[in-house]
């Protein structure tokens, strides 16, 4: 199966996030960058079903030469392709990405012939449209589901679990097709350091794309007001015992 | 809150392993009152100790760095928070394999068990490892793997448990000073947090990787840079799992590509040194908030590390396919010279230094600042190597730290030699002569930020003339010359012209001058104007601070003259001690007067071509002070004191010169003293050779605190009548007798090695053994060893100094050196002069 | 008109519609417009509660579209009916809320009519006059940062509102009356049906870590494997799972799986109680989804005591059997 992964290179902050002085992005000087963690486990599940059925994986992002980096971790842990449709890493909008990244699979699909399945991060951790995915398959004219957990293969086709509150949805989708994956849709594998080191050796596919901006433009970040949160203290030792379970009664749990 | 404690005794800030062992020990000595700050949580408040790899390899060359770090493990030991994984060293290459001869003669020296392995035995060890690249090994049984975290939470709770207050998640924003009680110092008043006020006695910095950063609040520096080490968590791996333990193979140190590979249960933490230095500002560390993991714990980059992990993987197949499942940029500290910063910093009265502590070395570290509190001096062992005032103002800016600290980085695993030299920040201070001595082809040695001519090249001549030649094996030729041995000869023969440019020189005046000099000084300073003393300083505890001269140059003015690995803490002790009632004023006059030393039987004819002094020992008879004026030709005379003393063993002066005139004498007495056999000569003479033939001890080599001066030889017939610091820790050795130990010079009386090669000691602290073997240690607990080593030309004998139990400190004995690992025989030549022992050619 | 899409299942009206009809009313109010509701799909026509639940709060008309595709959710299909009533009734904007499927069926909207849409936001201004600038602020980072922008709609405005970024309030007093419904015809094609639900699995009582309402954590301080019983018959009691730290793992205590953390598994509990956890950075990464924390500790500065909302100071040893057994003591009180 031929199977193409979308992914997203943003900061790992940690639980406070520092905006640069302009208010137009995250302030990175002391971050690391990491793949957006949805998408990280679409790596991780595209990796699995091309082991299964014997396909390979290709890894898009869309971003700055530095990007290139996402592309060798997803090499790392399996992927066989990078491509990189760069930008100078500022951010782009939904409408913008969307169009880029279409016209990338486009002339990918042209060269190499139709993917199978694509897999896009339901949102990305850092800007969270929730579209980009949505925009670009509908260009294509590929079904695309969001919020998948599951993924199973099934001949010519793949039945997607989404999580609802006790359960699950199932769709089933004829291939060629697309998924939004969630974390938790498995446990994604750490790069081996054999891995890591043939991933030096990936060859990126590097595509320079025009794209029109949308409508919709960044004015400023900030972080919200705080809530500062006092901690009760209950009691020392086993004592207080009984007015711990009295905070598990409340919550309705005893 | 209401429970905020607005003063304290003593604020520690940092609950690291370093502040929480401090708390502990000054608990344990006798401190209450005690506050503990961090602005992290308990018990890992983000710093390095956090993530710190928790071994302890306890052989290192340096005595300071080897012995606390046997210290610190005993603590972890003692507290049961310890396990003896053992640890091998491995050897890629023959230099390394020299290099672990060398680590085994250290391990001879400290106490430690060691052996060397063949790299069948290291697979015995460590099954996975690949003997194919191995040559050999070094296996130390009692490498231990420590538990810091909770060592550290043990050690805050004893402190807790007796009063100790800790507020954790509170920031220190502020230490404010107040002026103190001398002109220009400073005193520490309190420390502002984000909770609200202490007021405080004293306040010791233990905050790693950020002390800088909070001595700068101050108004001090404690010079070291938050830098990268990197380390992943590769795993899991089934024999490592099979274990069943936290660790249960050695440590294995891969020595030649700076890396480490550590078990931790199922895992194999790869450390490494190899990588390029990365630092980072302490503003840039971010908060705990801020950081994806600890603030202490960077982002990992890659790339850095990919070499690493192809030597890892060819040592060790199975980490190839193991998961990598955690890496970081780990900060630790690192100092301009490899060292720690401990003790009082000398801009802030009461402000200590307790960082650049490695986990290895915290708990010892930590009972050395506590001991330092308390007693006005460490008794565990001497730190002079580790002591913050060690400093210069040249050595606190950040462009000197980040730039020393890059030198050494890549040298943690690296093999360095005794008397490497840095590459980076050199001609820092240079004497009036630079000029004059690069001209002459100077090999310059570095002293901290001082160059100094080692040898000239312009006297390669000499080498010939006496038959000298290169040493056999490199190791034992590197960063030396038979240039040095050739200067040494001439000077005996002729004479020769030593910049002593480097002498740092204080002067104390007022009417208390001469009754503090006295204060500090074991010998009487209140002698007749114009004479001068050689003296001790002694600790409390009757131990060596200092060897120097001190000049009664006036009825209220005295001289200090001491050297420069010194001068930094000597200022600060004097300064430190200076009376609070305004009667002495003190300078540091260094960068005003230049010193040339002229030495050798042709010195007074050379010297008397420029001046009409009378220049004959009854004129200027030894240790004298004369004021002179030399005629250096250029029409103007020169004043200049000449002091008749001498370091090398030959008769002759150092000549006090302003500064600027020191380029003229040179002139002069290298023009004069052509005809007399003048060379300019290198410290190689005036630093080893010449004083070893005299036996002359050198400060922080034969004289520590750790001995007194009944040990070196240097006590007087009489003890004077006044006071001074040490007195009663002295009078109390003089009475219990003959000392222990004595300082004794020996000769070494076969060089030749195993394979026929002569071999040279560099005076790296090569053990001392008996003739059947042994290690030779004294009651408590101190080592026989090497203090210095060098040439000894004019004797045709390599000689060592080293301390040695009186019963073998007798000229005849028959005892062994280590070294390279190898054993050579050596005999005791006696407690003084090897050379000209009556002092005939000084004084007649 | 502002037209408000109503997030339901087969018919059944939940939060996220209440909170968007809240939302959309304070919205519809800067609009100077009326708010409309839209129900697309099978059974929402026929369904009262749809109606009420829409006027209760504040909906002045509600549209109902249905059609053979749209016999369950379908995300294309449910987008494509959107564009066609926009097309039909031409509001000023249209808002959803921002759960999982009012973000992607504006998200079909969006892509269909080519337009921008913002999802999740918080707070949003519509033009002045004449302008066609919308200012927003939305939601980036899961909450952690929030962004203001800017919206240049050529014609209608595509909006989400944040998940839980307004409680749903019905206004005061309630309508007399439903409001009035009206069915908008569409036209869908037969090849939307290739993304609507084919089924529905219905999970028995297997809690995951990641979806357990509660965590029971243990780290260091369970000192060991065996260590853990206790934790486990506490999380058996709550009907939850156990969790532990990076320490924990790494010595071999409990599997890998089992790892809270930013290594191991995000866990989002109504509590997390953690025992003998100190709450270093990696593992707070992973348990502050956690909705509530109890933490049980010695030590009263830990990291994770600071961060609880409540905490017990003692050794978790002796505090979680007794909070086992006063469990069990109240369950067995008639």
């Known amino acids: ?254 | 809150m209401s429970d905020f404690p607005t003063s304290a005794k003593c604020v520690v800030i940092g609950a690291g392993i370093v502040g929480n062992c401090l708390v502990g020990h000054l608990t344990k000595l006798g401190w209450s009152d005690l506050v503990l700050v961090d602005k992290g949580p308990l018990p890992n408040p983000g710093g390095s100790t956090g993530h710190a790899s928790n071994f302890i390899f306890p052989v290192d060359h340096n005595k300071e760095m080897c012995l606390l770090g046997v210290q610190s493990a005993n603590q972890y030991r003692d507290l049961d928070l310890s396990v003896d994984s053992g640890g091998i060293e491995v050897a890629r290459t023959a230099e390394r394999m020299a290099e672990l001869q060398r680590r085994m003669t250290s391990a001879t020296a400290w106490g430690v068990e060691a052996h060397l392995l063949t790299p069948e035995e290291v697979a015995e060890l460590c099954p996975f490892i690949n003997t194919d690249v191995v040559l050999g090994g070094f296996y130390c049984p009692t490498v231990s793997v420590v538990d810091s975290l909770e060592t550290g939470t043990v050690m805050r709770r004893l402190a807790v448990d007796n009063g100790c207050r800790v507020l954790a998640n509170t920031e220190v924003l502020d230490i404010v000073t107040e002026p103190g009680p001398n002109p220009g110092d400073r005193t520490v008043k309190a420390v502002v947090t984000s909770a609200g006020t202490i007021d405080t006695e004293y306040v010791v910095i233990a905050c790693g990787v950020w002390s800088n950063r909070l001595a700068n609040m101050a108004g001090a520096h404690i010079p070291l840079v938050p830098a990268v080490h990197q380390m992943a968590d590769v795993g899991p791996i089934d024999v490592l799992a099979q274990t069943g333990n936290e660790i249960g193979y050695p440590i294995v140190r891969d020595m030649d590509t700076f890396c480490y590979e550590r078990q931790t249960a199922g895992s194999m933490e790869v450390g490494s040194y190899a990588h390029r230095p990365i630092f980072h500002h302490p503003d840039d560390i971010p908060s705990n908030e801020e950081a994806a993991l600890s603030p202490t714990e960077m982002p990992f980059t890659p790339d850095d590390f990919d070499p690493q992990m192809e030597q890892a993987i060819e040592l060790m197949d199975m980490l190839g396919d193991a998961e990598i499942k955690y890496a970081i940029n780990g900060l630790l500290s690192l100092t301009p010279d490899a060292m720690p910063c401990l003790g009082e910093v000398p801009e802030v009265r009461n402000l200590w230094s307790a960082a650049a502590v490695w986990v290895k070395e915290g708990p010892g570290m930590a009972q050395v600042v506590a001991e330092w509190m308390t007693f006005g001096y460490p008794r565990v062992i001497d730190v002079h190597g580790a002591d913050i005032a060690r400093f210069y103002p040249e050595e606190r800016p950040d462009e000197h730290i980040w730039a020393r600290s890059a030198e050494h980085f890549n040298k943690t695993y690296g093999i360095v030699h005794p008397a490497e030299q840095w590459e980076s920040r050199r001609n820092l201070r240079v004497g009036p002569y630079f000029s004059r001595q690069q001209d002459l082809g100077a090999f310059f040695f570095q002293a901290r930020t001082w160059e100094r001519p080692q040898w000239f090249e312009s006297n390669a001549d000499l080498v010939e003339r006496y038959g000298l030649g290169e040493r056999e094996v490199e190791w034992d030729n590197r960063w030396w010359s038979p240039i040095t041995n050739a200067e040494h000869l001439n000077l005996r023969d002729n004479c020769g012209l030593v910049d002593l440019s480097a002498f740092q020189i204080f002067e104390l005046t007022g009417p208390g001058a001469v009754a503090y000099a006295d204060r500090l000084a074991v010998n009487k300073v209140d002698v007749p104007v114009g004479r001068s003393i050689y003296t001790p300083w002694l600790t409390p505890d009757g131990g060596f601070h200092s060897d120097l001269t001190m000049m009664r140059l006036g009825t209220e003015r005295v001289r200090v003259v001491t050297g420069v690995f010194d001068g930094g803490r000597d200022e600060f002790w004097v300064r430190r001690h200076l009376p609070t009632d305004g009667s002495v004023s003190f300078a540091n006059v260094t960068d005003h007067i230049t010193t040339l030393g002229l030495w050798g039987p042709n010195a007074p004819a050379v010297l008397g071509a420029l001046c009409e002094a009378d220049l004959s020992q009854a004129g200027s008879p030894y240790g004298s002070l004369v004021d002179v004026e030399l005629d250096c030709g250029t029409g103007r005379p020169v004043a200049a004191t000449l002091f008749r003393i001498s370091y090398v063993g030959d008769t002759g002066w150092e000549i006090y010169l302003a500064w600027d005139d020191g380029p003229a004498v040179w002139d002069a007495l290298m023009r004069v003293g052509a005809d007399y056999g003048l060379r300019p000569t290198g410290g190689g003479v005036y630093g080893t050779s010449g004083r070893l033939e005299k036996g002359y001890r050198l400060m922080g080599a034969e004289l520590e605190s750790e001995y007194n001066p009944l040990e070196a030889g240097l006590a007087r017939p009489r003890v004077k009548a006044a006071d001074f610091i040490g007195k009663e820790a002295y009078l109390a050795a003089r009475e219990a007798g003959d000392p222990e130990v004595k300082m004794c010079v020996l000769t070494v009386e076969d060089l030749h090695d195993s394979r026929g090669r002569k071999r040279f000691m560099q005076g790296g602290n090569e053990p001392i053994l008996t003739s059947g073997g042994e290690r030779i240690v004294d009651s408590h607990g101190r080592v026989s060893r090497v203090t210095t080593a060098g040439p000894g030309p004019s004797l045709g004998k390599h000689l060592l100094m080293g301390y040695l139990p009186a019963e073998l400190a007798v000229a005849g004995t028959d005892l062994q050196v280590m070294y390279m690992n190898e054993l050579f025989p050596v005999r005791v030549a006696g407690t003084g002069a090897v050379f000209d022992p009556d002092d005939a050619r000084m004084k007649s | 008109m502002l037209l408000v899409v109503l997030e339901h299942d087969r018919g059944a009206l939940g939060e996220p519609a209440r909170e968007a009809l809240t939302f959309g009313r304070t919205l519809a109010a800067k609009m100077g417009a009326e708010m409309h509701a839209l129900a697309i799909g099978a059974g929402a026509a026929a369904t009262e509660q749809v109606a009420a639940v829409s006027g209760d709060h504040g909906a002045a008309r509600l549209y109902t579209v249905d059609h053979d595709v749209l016999s369950d959710f379908g995300p294309e299909a449910w987008g494509q009916s959107l564009v066609q009533v926009i097309d039909a009734l031409g509001p000023g904007a249209v808002l959803a809320c921002g759960s999982e499927r009012g973000n992607e069926v504006m998200a079909q909207a969006a892509a269909r009519l080519d337009w921008p849409f913002v999802a999740n936001c918080t707070d949003v201004t519509p033009p002045a006059g004449a302008g066609r600038e919308w200012s927003l602020t939305r939601i980036q980072w899961g909450g952690s940062l929030l962004e203001d922008a800017t919206l240049a709609a050529s014609g209608t405005a595509l909006l989400t509102c944040g998940l839980h970024s307004v409680a749903s309030t019905p206004v005061e007093p309630a309508p007399a009356a439903p409001p009035e419904t009206r069915a908008v015809p569409v036209d869908l094609g037969a090849e939307l049906a290739r993304t609507v639900v084919k089924d529905r699995v219905v999970l028995d009582a297997g809690v995951t870590l990641p979806t357990a309402p509660v965590v029971v954590g243990g780290g260091r301080g369970v000192g060991s494997a065996e260590g853990f019983a206790p934790l486990e018959e506490l999380a058996e009691l709550l009907a939850g799972r156990v969790g532990c730290s990076r320490a924990v793992t790494n010595n071999g205590w409990r599997p890998h799986s089992d790892q809270v953390g930013q290594t191991g598994t995000r866990i989002a509990p109504e509590i997390y109680i953690a025992s003998g956890i100190s709450g270093a950075i990696q593992h707070w990464v992973g348990a502050m989804g956690s909705k509530h924390i109890l933490a049980v500790n010695i030590d009263p500065e830990a990291n994770m005591v600071v961060k609880a909302d409540w905490a017990v100071i003692g050794d978790l040893h002796q505090v979680i059997p007794a909070m086992n057994a006063e469990i069990r003591r109240r369950r067995d009180r008639p």
Request: net charge negative; aromatic share 4%.
């Open chain 1, 1 to 254: 199966m031929r199977i193409l992964c979308c992914v997203k290179r943003v900061p790992a902050p940690g639980a406070k996030i520092n905006v640069t002085a302009d208010g137009l992005a995250v302030d990175a000087a002391h971050l690391g960058f990491t793949t957006s963690p949805h998408e990280e486990c679409g790596v991780e599940e595209a990796v699995q079903i091309a082991e299964r059925t014997g396909g390979e994986v290709t890894v898009l992002t869309l971003g700055p030469a530095e990007a290139a980096e996402q592309l060798r971790y997803a090499a790392s842990v399996g992927a066989r392709h990078g491509v990189l449709v760069s930008t100078d890493g500022s951010a782009w909008d939904p409408q913008r990405t969307a169009r880029a990244l279409t016209a990338a699979i486009r002339s990918l699909e042209a060269d190499g012939g139709v993917f199978d399945l694509i897999l896009f991060g339901n949102e990305s951790a850092d800007s969270g449209g929730f579209q980009v995915g949505v925009r670009v398959c509908h260009a294509l004219g590929r079904p695309i589901v969001n919020g998948i957990k599951g993924i199973e293969t099934e001949g010519s086709g793949v039945r997607a679990r989404r999580e609802i509150d006790g359960g699950f949805e199932v769709y089933e989708l004829d291939l060629p097709a697309a998924l939004g994956v969630k974390e938790g849709i498995n446990l994604p594998r750490y790069p081996t350091m054999r891995g890591r080191l043939a991933s030096k050796k990936l060859e990126i596919t590097t595509f320079e794309i025009e794209a029109d901006a949308g409508d919709q433009s960044l004015v400023r970040l900030h972080r919200p007001t705080e809530t500062v949160s006092q901690t009760v203290i209950l009691g020392a030792g086993p004592d207080a015992a009984p007015a711990a379970v009295d905070v598990l009664e409340e919550l309705g749990l005893v």
